[in-house]
Structures are given as structure tokens and as C-alpha cells.
Nanobody, 120 residues
Framework: VQLQASGGGLVQAGGSLRLSCAASGRAFSDYTMAWFRQAPGKEREFVTRISRYNAEYYADSVRGRFTISRDNAKNTVYLQMNSLKAEDTAVYYC???????????????WGQGTQVTVSS
């Protein structure tokens, strides 16, 4: 599976962005798709994931502001980010795996990352 993330950019606090992650390869619908993020000097952290059955899980820091969704017909997963805060600034990575775990080592496939910068 190859993943290509896009949609990052610079936004003011309180604004919105939508990230996309397009997948190529076999059986996109069989995978849990996740978003992680990594801020400078910090470890990569879990943001959200969506299972093959469309069950959604969120980190406490983004619950109620971010929404993950998937379109299996387009082999794409989305991350709608609303009410953005300066602390959301990071490189955002999409990831895929059949196991559906909430930590980075649980994912076999990764996109290249897209920068999100929120100005306060």
C-alpha cells in the first residue's frame, strides 16, 4: 500500500483544514486508516483512526474538533480539522494497517506527511 497525504497549510487559530490521504495498492477497504502527528522535538502521537467497519477513535486532544472519514470507492481517507489551535501545529501523517492499533509501531504503511501550521 502506498499513501499520499495532502491538504496541509497555514491557517489562523480557529480555522479549518481538511487533509486527504490517497491510497494505492491492494484492498484499501480491509485496512484501518489512521492519522498521526509529530511536532518539532516531540514524539509522533496518535490523532485518530477509522476501522474497516467505520468505527472511529480519537485522541482526547482532538475529540469534538477533528473528524476522520473514508471513501472506499476513492481509496481515500480524510481528516476534517475544525477549531484549530496553535498546539495542533505539526506534520500530519496518514498510516494504514490491518490491525488497527493506536500507536505508530502498529502501522506498516505510511504516507510522507503534510505540514499543518496554526498561527495564534
Amino acid at each position: 500500500v502506498q499513501l499520499q497525504a495532502s491538504g496541509g497549510g497555514l491557517v489562523q487559530a480557529g480555522g479549518s483544514l481538511r487533509l486527504s490521504c490517497a491510497a494505492s495498492g491492494r484492498a484499501f477497504s480491509d485496512y484501518t486508516m489512521a492519522w498521526f502527528r509529530q511536532a518539532p522535538g516531540k514524539e509522533r502521537e496518535f490523532v485518530t483512526r477509522i476501522s474497516r467497519y467505520n468505527a472511529e477513535y480519537y485522541a482526547d486532544s482532538v475529540r469534538g474538533r477533528f473528524t476522520i472519514s473514508r471513501d472506499n470507492a476513492k481509496n481515500t481517507v480524510y481528516l476534517q480539522m475544525n477549531s484549530l489551535k496553535a498546539e495542533d501545529t505539526a506534520v500530519y501523517y496518514c498510516a494504514a494497517d490491518s490491525r488497527g492499533l493506536p500507536y505508530p509501531t502498529g502501522y506498516a504503511y505510511w504516507g510522507q506527511g503534510t505540514q499543518v501550521t496554526v498561527s495564534s
